[in-house]
């Protein structure tokens, strides 16, 4: 049985490989349509069920999530350039959000999913630090427009919640999904 990754995401493959997993990478391509309403959490876990989706030989266990960030019932994706990138910063200056990373997983016609949740508070930031920020290119493949794990780490104040699920693949739950030949 091989695990695949269906995401390019190097931070993914980074937190499967801290955990021990053997896996190969083979991303999904599948389309992320805008969150248009509904629960932010069901909509993120849609998006990782399309992403686990891909074809198989039988033999085969893909791995999809999608990571969201959710402020006042707002979804804040992947931002479309630097001046929706630096909005968005704006918006999480000195406030909390949420931070959801929905995984599914699927084994033959089978698939199962869940999600975890995060809170993250950001300091008040300067217009000078949302710019030289934007200006690194970090924020432009990330939802709601920073990586926790890179320079966006000096904004936050406080996490409640598990850091791998910011960064975008909670690893113990990746573990519950999984058929149990695949776990830890």
């Not at 493959?13 to 190969?24: D, N, Q, S, T, W």
């Not at 993120?44 to 402020?71: P, W």
């Amino acid at each position: 049985m091989r695990l695949v990754l269906a995401s390019a995401s190097p931070r993914r493959a980074a937190l499967l490989r801290a955990a021990g997993y053997a896996f190969e990478v083979r991303p999904s391509g599948a389309v992320e349509p805008a969150h248009t309403g509904g629960d932010p959490a069901a909509y993120a876990e849609a998006l990782a069920r399309a992403k686990a989706a891909g074809a198989d030989d039988g033999d085969e266990v893909f791995v999809g999530a999608d990571t969201i960030v959710v402020l006042d019932g707002a979804v804040l994706g992947k931002p479309a350039g630097p001046s929706d990138a630096a909005a968005m910063l704006r918006r999480l200056s000195g406030r909390t959000h949420q931070v959801i990373t929905a995984v599914a997983v699927r084994h033959g016609s089978a698939t199962r999913s869940a999600h975890a949740s995060a809170a993250v508070s950001f300091r008040p930031l300067s217009e000078r630090e949302i710019a030289d920020y934007v200006a690194t290119g970090e924020p432009l493949d990330k939802a709601g427009a920073y990586a926790y794990q890179g320079g966006a780490r000096a904004f936050i104040t406080r996490l409640e919640g598990e850091p791998d699920t910011v960064i975008g693949l909670p690893v113990a739950l990746l573990d519950e999904l999984l058929p149990p030949e695949l776990r830890r």
